[in-house]
């Protein structure tokens, strides 16, 4: 393995970051791959933010990304959607970054009949726009979601997400929804190509089996599960897939980036 140029795909949240905090050695581990011209993006399933919003965010924490390097699932759909109908109409039930992605892609964002639910991240779910988007579908609109992550992380403890309040609309509907995000390799394979790079030497770093590693396996990436984030060494073998390689955190790569999975 260690003959390959690798490039990195890398969730954020958990790999990079922990809240509002640098994981240590994250810093480290981004300047070695630019030090080296190597590729990567950083990926994350939440739709709520631009790249330019995650951008800053980052920055605050003290690593330095550009816009480019950051792929969401919100832009993840935008180009799943305008390669599926282009220049087509949704109706969104999400923030700026997903209402933004699909703007940028020729969307036209309506109430009236359009071809699209899409529904995304956000801190306030509205009651009426949940039943809005239940009568859309039931009149025909396609549903998609932008991820299947059941809760996400607040100060004051975990809180519903796109994958919760999709089950509440397709109970109504008894439409299911499209999933681009994690773990559908999809958001791997658009990752990809935006690098240009394939997947034979490409691996994914995160710190979810069920979304990280899982659609890294489906994309025919090799993974690593770093262990600062959701899940464990234990809760790793409840899983009946295994990551390439299990490390504690980020900063076991730092020196090592080109040859990540060499003895040592």
Same mark, same amino acid.
């Given at each position: ?33 630019? @030090?080296?011209? #190597? %590729?990567?993006?950083? *990926? +994350? ?8 919003? !995650?951008?800053? =965010? ?31 109409? @949704?109706?969104? #039930? %999400?923030?700026?970054? *997903? +209402? ?8 036209? !964002?309506?109430? =009236? ?31 998609? @979601? ?119």
């Amino acid at each position: 393995m260690n003959e390959r140029r690798w490039t990195y795909l890398s969730d954020m949240d958990g790999v990079l970051v922990q809240e509002e905090h640098l994981v240590p050695g994250a810093d480290e581990f981004l300047k070695e791959l630019r @030090a080296n011209d #190597i %590729g990567f993006l950083v *990926l +994350t399933n939440n739709s709520i933010y631009t790249p330019r919003d !995650l951008r800053a =965010r980052l920055e605050r924490t003290g690593l330095d990304i550009p816009e480019e390097a950051i792929w969401t699932s919100a832009l993840a759909t935008a180009k799943f959607l305008a390669s599926q109908r282009p220049n087509g109409s @949704a109706f969104v #039930i %999400g923030e700026a970054g *997903l +209402t933004t992605a699909l703007h940028e892609v020729g969307y036209v !964002l309506t109430e =009236r009949d359009p071809d699209y639910v899409v529904l995304g991240e956000t801190r306030t779910y509205s009651f009426s726009a949940i039943t809005r988007a239940i009568r859309l579908i039931e009149g025909g609109a396609k549903f998609i @979601a932008t991820n299947p992550d059941a809760t996400g992380p607040s100060m004051e403890g975990s809180m519903p997400a796109t994958g919760s309040v999709a089950a509440l609309i397709e109970k109504a509907t008894g439409r299911s929804p499209y999933y681009v995000g994690k773990p559908n390799p999809l958001m791997m394979r658009s990752a990809l190509r935006r690098l240009g790079a394939h997947s034979e030497s490409t691996l994914m770093i995160g710190d979810r089996m069920d979304t990280d590693v899982h659609s890294g396996i489906e994309a025919g990436l090799q993974t690593i599960l770093v262990l600062t984030g959701i899940s464990t060494r234990e809760t790793a073998e409840h899983y009946p897939y295994r990551p390439t390689k299990i490390i504690d955190s980020i900063a076991d790569l730092v020196g090592r980036t080109g040859d990540p999975f060499g003895e040592g």
